[in-house]
């Protein structure tokens, strides 16, 4: 069952996540073939290009992580573990985080997409009204104004969450 598609910068290949079989393949689009099929994580699912094309973030909804492929080998270099069902992430047009939709676990992982290693959690706050990601990561939590993200890359993000994290306790 195919979930997620991502294609390179050139847009010569095609990295599609396929949840029941806990794989990504590679496709070369100009010959309408598969290269190779790399194993993921149970459940793969959400696929993101880093913009430069060398790496590949495929979200595994039931293991709660991500799987790093690097594209010039189409090998998975890391696996990240975040929240519970992470399904659909975005990068920033940098390429330096990727932010990862933690479905069922209520919260967004930041990344660091160079490193591959987890930043934070930004945490749901129990009195949220209305909570949207869109294409720049930014959220609106209208009960909380304070809590607005102007920037994903900026650094207030890490102060806010780490407010929300040690009030929430």
């Not at 909570?131 to 209208?142: H, L």
């Not at 009960?143 to 993000?157: N, S």
Request: hydrophobic share 35%; aromatic share 4%.
């Amino acid at each position: 069952r195919p979930r997620g598609i991502a294609f390179t910068p050139d847009g010569k290949r095609a990295y599609v996540a396929c949840e029941l079989a806990n794989t990504v393949y590679a496709i070369s689009v100009p010959e309408h073939r598969v290269l190779t099929s790399i194993a993921a994580g149970e459940f793969a699912n959400g696929v993101t290009m880093r913009p430069d094309g060398r790496r590949v973030f495929v979200s595994n909804g039931r293991a709660g992580t991500v799987s790093v492929i690097d594209t010039s080998d189409n090998r998975v270099i890391d696996t990240v573990a975040v929240g519970q069902r992470p399904w659909n992430m975005a990068i920033t047009p940098d390429g330096s985080k990727l932010y990862v939709a933690n479905g069922r676990s209520g919260t967004v992982s930041v990344i660091d997409a160079v490193g591959n290693r987890k930043l934070l959690t930004v945490p749901r706050h129990r009195n949220h009204v209305d909570a949207g990601v869109s294409r720049e990561c930014r959220t609106d939590i209208r009960t909380r104004p304070r809590d607005h993200v102007q920037d994903a890359g900026r650094k207030d993000l890490l102060r806010q969450s780490a407010e929300h994290q040690r009030a929430d306790r």
